[in-house]
C-alpha cells in the first residue's frame, strides 16, 4: 500500500516536497519512483531511486529541479520539486516495483495520487 500526500497549489517558481509512505514492501521490490499525468496527457516517468537510497534517476523534463529520496526508518520516500513551471500541473503518482519495472512504469503498486497545481 501507498499513500501520497503534500500537493497543493503553488506559484510558478515556488517549491513544494511530496511524500509517500509505503507498507508492505518486500525485499527487491521496494524501488521507488514518482509518476505524473498532466492534463491531456499519458502518465510519465519523473525519478527513481533503489531501495538503499545511494541511487537516482530522473527524466530530462525535471533534471535539476526535482530530487528524489528516501528513509527507510519511517517507510517515507519523498520528491522535492523545485522552480515549478506550470507545466508541472498534474497528478503526482508514487509507485513500487523492481527497478526495471518501475522504469518500464509497470511498478506493482501504485499510490492513489495527489495533486499539484502551478498557477499564479
Known amino acids: 500500500h501507498l499513500e501520497e500526500s503534500g500537493g497543493g497549489l503553488v506559484l510558478p517558481g515556488g517549491s513544494l516536497r511530496l511524500s509517500c509512505v509505503s507498507s508492505?514492501?518486500?525485499?527487491?521490490?521496494?524501488?521507488m519512483g514518482w509518476f505524473r499525468q498532466s492534463p491531456g496527457k499519458e502518465r510519465e516517468f519523473l525519478a527513481v531511486?533503489?531501495?538503499?537510497?545511494?541511487?537516482?534517476f530522473y527524466a530530462d523534463s525535471v533534471k535539476g529541479r526535482f530530487t528524489i529520496a528516501r528513509a527507510n526508518a519511517n517507510d517515507t520516500t519523498y520528491l522535492y520539486l523545485d522552480s515549478l513551471k506550470p507545466e508541472d500541473t498534474g497528478v503526482y503518482y508514487c509507485?513500487?516495483?523492481?527497478?526495471?519495472?518501475?522504469?518500464?512504469?509497470?511498478?506493482?503498486?501504485w499510490g492513489q495520487g495527489t495533486q499539484v497545481t502551478v498557477s499564479s
Open positions: 531511486i533503489n531501495w538503499r537510497g545511494t541511487s537516482t
Open positions: 508492505g514492501a518486500n525485499g527487491v521490490i521496494n524501488t
Open positions: 509507485a513500487r516495483g523492481t527497478g526495471p519495472d518501475v522504469l518500464a512504469g509497470i511498478p506493482r503498486s
